[in-house]
């Protein structure tokens, strides 16, 4: 028996050994402070983790090259992080264990995670440093952002780098998209029909039976009349339409300081209500609703509409512009027209609209050595502000530039002078995300914010599938939907 | 006579994976121990540097997930149903595998084929197969066109087809496609067992009932499985382990939202918990830790059960 | 009831491509009376237990029939056969208890047979008395000693009041005490029983000693079959003669010249109507007599003194055996100065065999009494 | 309604309708079989338990009928569950073999409502493309590597340690025995997280290959085997070694290793396919293109399809491509497995897992 209990506590010595090492790695990093002269010309090697297909990759890799020939003891890894949420799990799991990388593609939501553990540079003061740095070519630039630069941005892309509730900056745009309506144009002229640009009826009658014509009601009856077999609308991503449609009632979604949760309120049951409606009657459909795999594009795109696999009006983020264009061999050819995504009300002017804008951004984390993070700052700086580089990444990626500056360049002038709806779909998306930027709105970043986002697609799809019965069953239906959502998202 | 010398040789031998389990099981079980106890514990936040204060109120926190109930639900249900089918399944097949000659042995090579495969992707092919088209499901006269292999099936004896795992399709719709799924994900390594014990049982036994008229049902219920029943204990306590621990079947088949589009998280399991818990959007590692204690004293207590009722009715 | 072999013959394929198949069972043709106790016997791999097997059903015959009173049984499933079968293993189900073990093949009969449970336990009970195992009842199998594992098997199979009883190798697996025990239990069951019962062994002493006919076998042919102790006097080939008796047969070269039979230079016996030919000449151990001036002499080795008889352990050129055993009678005077020893011999214990065909030459005056009374 | 004809070629509905028509036929069989035995036991005569005369004409006749009819039970079920076990591999075989429209549906293929059961256009081209854009090879050759090291190093180590369960005498025996069984119990996220900072703080080898083999040299279920499988050695060899002097070592190699052979080989084969299902644990210390296994390469690699125009589509996954790649991950597998099945087998029942 001796020998047993010598064993056990030989295992118990080796066990807190380890702990007591695990216990004492580098915690806590002290918060970066701009170090005396900005860069030091000194050799330092930072970490970029995108979340950039191989294609786009490539153009990066070239102005990383003119990157070095400004600052060659900067040498720059790009590391390939595959998809967005890939890319955040990478980066969590590093964080968790007191690694991070440098510099890095993310989300609003993603760096309300990061934040938790502090490791995310907040960026006002490298915005606000004059300190002068001398490049290789002799060529000088002060560390931070000039006026003009600061002006160029988008404002409400710049703006969401400060969506945390703390006015701090965290993060700077890199490349944007928002939600945009591809409609059937061909269709729509033969029946006359005109393009809606607001919700729901505001005679409250349903249907056919609707005098309000601009209405997506009357829109979507009329359209399901003329083809019963097709589904007049396909919508990209339900959560976005929710929170759009959260936004543009000013019915509440979220917010960024606690208490985060406000969609569960009684008119926020009404619209639930009417698009329980609209689906029961087939009216549209969402890519969850198919089961994730089959894009409302291909919809929106297909020649016949047996089994409902056709549609005429299709909400989707600017980014996939070229996808809404019937291809050849699909058979199917109509012109496609594009416009906002409708309103509350009819004709909205463009400043009082609301259209959601989601997209990448960059941050900057702590590192022992603050000439890695003023390095990072550099190059993302010289990469956002580099008006050649945003129009092309936009161009291939199909994203928007974030900066205007990137109007006056003479090779996306053309783009937006002839973009048309056919092949040069992309161009007009762009030029459209341009003429509507006062109405761009963004979601609320916080710790949760992206379990919300998912609560969404989910509220939408259980509110739709609620069984038929009296009113009241459906309403009590969807107001459980909307308390477990609530719920899931406090947890 | 243990001589000290022996001992020494012993320990000796066993230090690999003394050394190796030491670093790699217990310490990870001391420290979840150490972190189930830390309240709102996140790695993040202690990479951060944050504190945490001692206390069970992670224990709560899984308790009070809406969806606990509906997680243990599922976990359970999925064991106990799909353990005994299976065992069955696996019996039957080894004593009917055992007792032909002709394609014995390439029936054998058949049947343990998914155990060679990669479950994710063939979770895929279930989806597939159980799958319908069109965008009308879940409303009030939902397309019943399908695309599915199955429902084209049933389709053939007339059958109404049955939406499977769209959105809109039911609870049990869903089970049974998961029961489908884990049981025919848990055949193979049972009928690998039970015919390796099959082969060792002792042909006189069946000589002799032959001799004696026993009939064949007879023969299969009071002398196969009574002598196999230690291959049979051994599958079904690994069987309900394996049961409790049920996730990438359900990812396989539902994707990460556990649960078809309308109804996700409907089939979510206690490792599905966890795995929100620890990879998902809102990372609590604490929490996480706290809810892979709670399955572990329920696989534990369930064992030690199955233990003592094979101890009873197990013949050695 | 009887069951009658008609030709039966059994033939295994090899199973290597290309060795010839084996012939285990070659044309038995044979008659059991009913009520007897037959004792199949031969060394290992003679074919006897592929008979056994052949009549209770197991194994299939290559050809030749097989017969339970008027029914050709052949091709009839085991089950449908009406056998109790003893295992050289007993075969007792593990994980049941003794009782349950006899019970079993009662719960299989199907339709008019079924028995009540109350008519079951009883008929369990009293086999189970018939062979002094009714109170382990209620034991496991291995809590058994070999000789109740034994009488166990023997109980399950008579339970069913078979109608033929088969034994396989039954004593092989007990120590030499709990045999000769065993021997006798199996010779009062059958008796008390009257039923028909083939049992197999290897062990010549056990067959003599309890069967009312013995088979001897060699490479599945039928030696011999015939009363235990007519197959002792009258062997029909140099065989049959080795085989049995304990101990066993001494052998010699001999020749016949002139009507005497010569061992060596030693004349030993007048051999009428025999021609002049070398042959075997085997001598039982109990044939010989300690003669000072008997015709046959050996080399003496030593002397075994056994209580009621003596055995003289002597050698000789012409013996084909290293030793020559003799039993005689314990009050002759065994002089053991003298080198040599001389017996005479007693003419029904002496049997000569051609050298080729080993066959057994009968000559004159020496037909054994036990023949006459047949 | 859809109803069969429409589908084109409809071979595989036909085999999945035949696995169907195979167990209905199995319930008439088994329904007929119990009349037959109801009706059997009427016609006999009564008789008081003894074992009766029987008139063995009907007797014998009904025998020769159960018995075949019992064996094609048989055969109908075991071919049953071949042909549902086989089914699935079958669908992603020719899912492989698909374009991407015709497989989604889209396209040209959007008219039609259900899938096709042969591809229209057999795109060979997907096991090309899958090979490349995973770029299958260096996922091939890390993988084999990652495996064989890790099993060999495993291998001795579950030797030895199943040597020293199985014969030699030391203290806590048991109760360590038990506890390295408990830890089987334990569901795997719980280690991984925590192991994770271990490899990559403490020892850091992140991104390294030992972070892939070290962590799971210990299978608890393997030692169990072999241990069962050394327990059924008798004694006495071993003491008699120790007699004439051989140690330990010695003894383990020359008799007891030769003597567990075909465990020893069925470990091995079955713990090279465990490394090659690994994925949660590569995907999180070793996801650099250096180091990447077949799983996480294969979950990782976006599979494109392109547009018309060449450019690709970014949304749509090339699932027919995935599923080739998958299946070339799968071959191997196979052929190792259909080789050395007779070993597998032998290995498991062997071990005969009693007690």
């Known amino acids: ?366 590192a022992e050595n603050p000439q890695e993070v003023v390095a990072s700052w550099l190059l993302a700086k010289f990469l956002i502000t580099n008006s050649a580089f945003e129009a092309r990444y936009g161009a291939a990626a199909g994203y928007l530039p974030v900066i205007q500056s990137v109007q006056q360049l003479d090779g996306y002038k053309e783009i937006l002078d002839n973009a048309d709806t056919g092949l040069n779909m992309a161009g007009m998306a762009a030029k459209l995300c341009l003429e509507y930027k006062e109405a761009l709105f963004v979601s609320p970043a916080f710790y949760g914010s992206s379990e919300a986002r998912d609560q969404m697609e989910i509220l939408l799809n259980g509110c739709v599938v609620v069984p038929n019965g009296t009113a009241d069953a459906i309403r009590q239906g969807i107001i459980a939907k909307f308390r477990d959502a609530k719920a899931k998202c406090e947890y | 006579m243990v001589d000290s010398k022996k001992q020494w040789k012993a320990w000796l031998y066993l230090s690999p994976v003394i050394i190796l389990t030491l670093v790699f099981t217990v310490w990870p079980i001391i420290n979840t121990v150490r972190i189930a106890f830390l309240n709102d514990y996140t790695l993040m936040g202690d990479a951060g540097g944050m504190t945490f204060s001692v206390g069970v109120k992670n224990f709560q926190k899984v308790i009070q997930y809406p969806d606990f109930l509906i997680c243990l639900k599922n976990t359970i249900l999925l064991t106990v149903i799909t353990v005994p089918i299976s065992t069955f399944l696996a019996l039957l097949i080894a004593v009917c595998l055992n007792s032909i000659k002709v394609l014995n042995k390439l029936l054998q090579t058949i049947y343990f084929l998914p155990y060679v495969t990669n479950t994710i992707a063939i979770g895929m092919v279930f989806a597939t197969m159980f799958s319908m088209v069109g965008s009308g499901f879940g409303g009030a006269d939902p397309y019943i066109s399908t695309a599915g292999i199955i429902n084209n099936i049933l389709g053939v004896f007339g059958i109404e087809p049955v939406n499977w795992v769209n959105a809109g399709s039911t609870y049990w719709a869903n089970m049974f496609v998961m029961i489908v799924y884990i049981v025919w994900n848990a055949l193979p390594f049972k009928i690998l067992i039970l015919l390796g014990g099959l082969q060792s049982v002792n042909k006189q036994y069946y000589e002799a009932a032959k001799v004696d008229g026993t009939s064949r049902v007879r023969t299969f219920f009071r002398i196969t499985v009574p002598m196999l029943s230690p291959m049979l204990a051994y599958v079904i306590i690994t069987g309900f382990i394996g049961g409790f621990k049920e996730y990438s079947s359900v990812v396989g088949v539902f994707g990460e939202g556990m649960g078809p589009a309308g109804t996700e998280g409907t089939l979510n399991t206690m490792v599905g918990f966890i795995n929100t818990n620890l990879m998902g959007k809102k990372p609590r590692e604490g929490i996480a830790s706290a809810g892979a204690l709670i399955l572990f004293v329920i696989i534990f207590a369930v064992t030690m059960l199955n233990m003592y009722v094979s101890k009873k009715r197990v013949h050695y | 009831m009887k069951v009658v072999l008609q030709e039966l013959t059994k033939i295994f394929p090899s199973r290597t491509k290309k060795g010839q198949e084996v012939v285990a069972v070659n044309k038995f043709d044979f008659e059991i009376p009913d009520g007897k106790l037959v004792g199949l016997l031969g060394p290992s791999g003679c074919g006897k237990s592929t008979t056994l097997y052949m009549i209770c059903g197991l194994q299939k015959p290559s050809s030749g029939k097989i017969f339970f009173g008027e029914d050709d049984v052949t091709s009839l499933a085991p089950e449908y056969r009406g056998v ?237 055996n290293p030793t020559i055993r003799s039993i005689v009678d314990a009050d002759n005077k065994i002089d053991t100065e003298n080198q040599t020893v001389s017996f005479s011999l007693k003419p029904h214990k002496v049997f000569i065999f051609n050298k080729e065909t080993e066959e057994r030459i009968r000559f004159g005056n020496t037909a054994s009494p036990a023949e006459v009374k047949e | 309604m859809t109803n069969l004809l429409s589908l084109s070629s409809a071979g595989a509905g036909w085999l999945l309708a035949l696995m169907i028509v195979c ?237 567990a052979l075909p465990t020893i080989i069925s470990i091995t084969i079955l713990k090279m396919m465990g490394s090659w299902n690994s994925y949660i644990w590569p995907r999180l210390v070793a996801n650099d293109e250096l180091h990447q296994l077949i799983t996480n390469g294969l979950r990782d690699t976006d599979f494109a399809v392109y547009l018309a125009d060449g450019s690709r589509d970014a949304d749509k996954i090339n699932y027919p491509v995935q599923m080739a790649a998958v299946t070339l991950v799968s071959i191997p597998l196979f052929l190792v497995f259909i080789f050395l099945r007779k070993y597998i087998m032998k290995g498991v029942s062997r071990s005969g897992l009693k007690g």
């Open chain 3, 84 to 320: 109790g079968l003893v295992f050289q293993n007993y075969a007792l189900y593990p994980h049941m208890t003794v009782k349950q073990n006899i019970l079993f093949p009662l719960q299989n009969f199907k339709g008019a047979d079924r028995l009540s449970k109350s008519e079951m336990l009883e008929r369990a009970y009293n086999v189970a008395k018939l062979v002094q195992i009714d109170e382990l009842m209620d034991r496991k199998p291995n809590e058994l000693s070999g000789g109740q594992q034994q009488r166990v098997a023997i109980a399950r199979a008579l339970v069913k009041m078979p109608r033929v009883l088969l034994l396989d190798e039954p004593l092989s697996n007990l120590d030499a005490r709990l045999r000769l025990q065993t021997r006798e239990e199996i010779k009062r069951i059958q008796r008390e029983t009257g039923i028909t019962t083939v049992f197999v062994t290897h062990d010549q002493e056990e067959a003599m000693s309890i069967s009312d006919i013995i088979v001897v076998m060699k490479l599945g042919i039928v030696q011999q079959i015939g009363k235990p102790q007519s197959v002792y006097d009258d062997p029909v080939n140099l065989f049959v003669a080795k085989f049995l008796g304990t101990p066993p047969i001494n052998v010699f070269q001999g020749t016949v010249k002139g009507g005497r039979l010569y061992i060596g230079e030693d004349n030993v016996l007048a051999t009428p109507d025999v021609e002049d030919q070398e042959v075997f000449v085997g001598i039982r151990p109990e044939g010989f007599i300690y003669d000072k001036n008997g015709p046959l002499h050996c080399n003496l080795r030593n002397v075994e003194v056994m209580g009621r008889d003596v055995s003289i352990v002597s050698t000789s050129d012409a013996s084909l």
């Open chain 4, 23 to 259: 167990i209905l036929a199995e319930v008439g069989v088994i329904v007929w079989l119990i009349l037959r035995q109801r009706e059997e036991a009427r016609a006999k005569t009564s008789g008081n338990g003894v074992m009766h005369e029987r008139n063995i004409e009907n007797v014998k006749k009904t025998q020769k009928v159960v018995k075949f009819l019992v064996k094609v039970l048989i055969y109908l079920f075991l071919v049953a569950v071949a042909v549902s076990v086989l089914f699935p591999f079958y669908w992603m075989i020719i899912s492989s073999l698909k374009s991407y429209n015709e497989y989604a549906l889209e396209g040209e293929f959007a008219s039609r409502v259900t899938p096709t059961f042969f591809p229209h256009k057999v795109m060979w081209s997907n096991y090309a493309e899958a090979f490349k854009t995973a770029n299958l090879g260096t996922l091939f050759l890390n993988t084999v590597f990652v495996g064989i090291v890790s099993t060999i190093l495993s291998l001795v180590i579950t030797v030895l340690a199943a040597f020293a369960f199985a014969r030699l005498e030391f203290r806590g025996k048991n109760a360590l025995f038990a506890a390295l069984l408990a830890t089987m119990m334990i569901p795997g996220e719980l280690f991984t997280i925590t192991n994770y900072g271990t490899v990559t703080n403490i020892l850091n080898w992140g991104n390294t290959y030992t972070a892939l083999i070290v962590p799971f040299l210990v299978s608890v279920f393997y030692i169990y085997l072999l241990r069962q499988n050394f327990m059924q050695i008798p004694n006495e060899l071993y003491y008699a070694a120790k007699v004439d002097g051989t140690s330990d070592l010695k003894y383990l190699w020359k008799v007891m290793v030769p003597l």
């Open chain 1, 1 to 366: 028996m001796k020998k047993l209990i010598a064993c056990i506590l030989a295992v118990l010595l080796v066990v807190s050994a380890v702990f007591v090492l695990a216990a004492c790695k580098p915690k806590t990093k002290p918060d970066f402070v701009i170090p005396e002269g900005g860069y030091d010309g000194s050799a330092v090697t930072i970490t970029f983790m995108s979340s950039m297909g191989q294609d786009y990759g490539v153009i990066l890799d070239e102005y990383l090259a003119e990157f070095k020939k400004l600052y060659p003891k900067i040498t720059v890894e790009h590391k390939r992080g595959g998809d967005y949420d890939t890319n955040r799990d990478v980066i969590k799991t590093q964080l968790s264990n007191g690694q991070a990388p440098n510099l890095a593609f993310c989300y609003s939501d993603h760096v309300a995670l990061y934040n938790s553990s502090k490791a995310v540079v907040v960026l006002d003061d490298l915005i606000a440093s004059q300190i002068e740095q001398t490049r290789a070519d002799g060529t000088k630039e002060i560390l931070g952002l000039t006026e003009a630069q600061k002006n160029d941005f988008i404002p409400a892309y710049y703006n969401e780098g400060k969506s945390f509730g703390d006015g701090k900056m965290y993060m700077l745009p890199f490349a944007k998209s928002t939600e945009l309506m591809y409609y059937n144009k061909t269709s729509f002229d033969s029946w006359e029909l005109p393009v809606p640009d607001h919700w729901f009826a505001t005679d409250g009658k349903q249907g056919l039976q609707t005098t309000d014509k601009t209405s997506m009601e009357y829109a979507l009856a009329f359209i399901r009349d003329k083809d019963p077999n097709c589904t007049p609308l396909g919508v990209d991503s339900g959560a976005n339409w929710l929170i759009t449609l959260f936004e543009q009632f000013e019915t509440g979604y979220t917010k960024s300081t606690e208490p985060h949760y406000l969609f569960d309120n009684e008119e926020n049951y009404e619209i639930l209500t009417t698009l329980r409606r609209w689906y029961q009657n087939r009216w549209f459909t969402t890519r969850s609703l198919l089961g994730g795999n089959t894009y409302t594009s291909s919809y929106f795109t297909s020649k016949s509409s047996n089994d409902g696999k056709k549609s005429y009006i299709s909400i989707g983020s600017s980014a996939g512009a070229a996808k809404q264009v019937p291809t050849a061999d699909s058979g199917a050819n109509f012109t496609v027209g594009v416009t906002m995504i409708p309103q509350k009300e009819a004709n909205t002017p463009i400043a009082q609209s609301k259209v959601i804008s989601q997209g990448p951004s960059v941050c900057l984390f702590n």
